[in-house]
């Protein structure tokens, strides 16, 4: 392979971490610390500790960060988890006390308002974690561990970072105020979401099972008419015991009224379920590869 075609991957893929950790460090002094928002993970235990010390936050992330890099190594790839996961965690760790020290940065934050420092926290940063996942690296912190969840166990990253950054956000709400620690709790939740999306990419797609007693004139006018595949599995009625093909296919949210519309002049009678799937690649969707 090209010397070349090898390194501009890896390049990006640094490039994003950079850009996603700095964002994550952005969102961190702009809006949740002004706010007292805890973050959770070793962050927030950095923000708690800085209360009442006025240690640096990011010097404290990197020093809390060293034995979480350790079980990373162990459970999430070695070397090449060591090598993003540390590049990720010494550029947030450098930008978080290095912004506030920026020239006019708006140390207090943009706004006093609790909810909107909660919102746009919450993007802000979910979209910073979201670069660095795309870049197969972590944030180091409560990352590694929500991470380890998600690959050993197949938790959505939603709920990995609410399992591991609840007691965090407990904490938070002795030393900040409870109000202070719902709002944090709600940004989490938004966070992880946004960092899904930024991932995975923001749109589920539609599945349909159909029972038909015309399924080569409904599959034809759905391969015609939408230029979708459709596959036709065999199916036996638990009733009668007859065979009744089963139709199924994928198609996107925007699409599922035209395939009902199909449905409606072929087979009045059929009979559809419309069910959600995660992700769909390959052929009319997202490329398999990369």
């Not at 070349?4 to 961190?28: H, M, N, V």
């Not at 996942?133 to 690959?151: E, F, K, Q």
């Not at 006018?221 to 595949?229: A, I, P, S, T």
């Amino acid at each position: 392979m090209d010397p070349k075609e090898r390194f501009l991957p890896l390049f990006f893929d640094y490039a994003l971490i950079f850009i996603g950790a700095s964002i994550q460090a952005i969102a961190l002094r702009l809006f949740l610390v002004p706010a007292k928002l805890a973050s959770g993970g070793v962050t927030g235990i950095s923000q708690l500790i800085n209360y009442y010390t006025h240690w640096p936050i990011g010097l404290m992330v990197l020093i809390g960060n060293i034995p979480l890099f350790l079980i990373g190594w162990r459970f999430l790839g070695g070397s090449r988890f060591a090598l993003r996961t540390a590049f990720a965690v010494i550029v947030y760790s450098i930008f978080v006390d290095l912004i506030p020290r920026l020239r006019n940065f708006p140390a207090q934050g943009l706004t006093d308002d609790i909810f909107l420092n909660s919102l746009y926290g919450a993007v802000v940063s979910g979209v910073g974690y979201g670069l660095v996942y795309r870049a197969r690296g972590t944030s180091g912190g409560s990352d590694v561990l929500a991470r380890i969840l998600n690959h050993y166990r197949n938790v959505p990253m939603t709920q990995s970072y609410l399992m591991v950054d609840s007691a965090v956000i407990l904490a938070a709400g002795y030393v900040f105020g409870w109000k202070q620690a719902l709002y944090a709790i709600i940004t989490l939740y938004v966070s992880g979401i946004v960092s899904e999306t930024v991932l995975e990419g923001p749109g589920m797609v539609r599945t349909a099972l159909i029972i038909t007693s015309r399924p080569e004139a409904v599959a034809q006018r759905v391969l015609v008419d939408m230029e979708r595949g459709m596959t036709i599995l065999p199916g036996k009625g638990a009733y009668t015991g007859a065979e009744r093909p089963v139709l199924y296919c994928v198609v996107s949210r925007s699409e599922v009224s035209q395939l009902k519309a199909i449905l409606q002049e072929v087979d009045p009678q059929a009979f559809m379920v419309i069910g959600q799937a995660h992700e769909a690649v390959g052929e009319g969707f997202q490329p398999l590869s990369k």
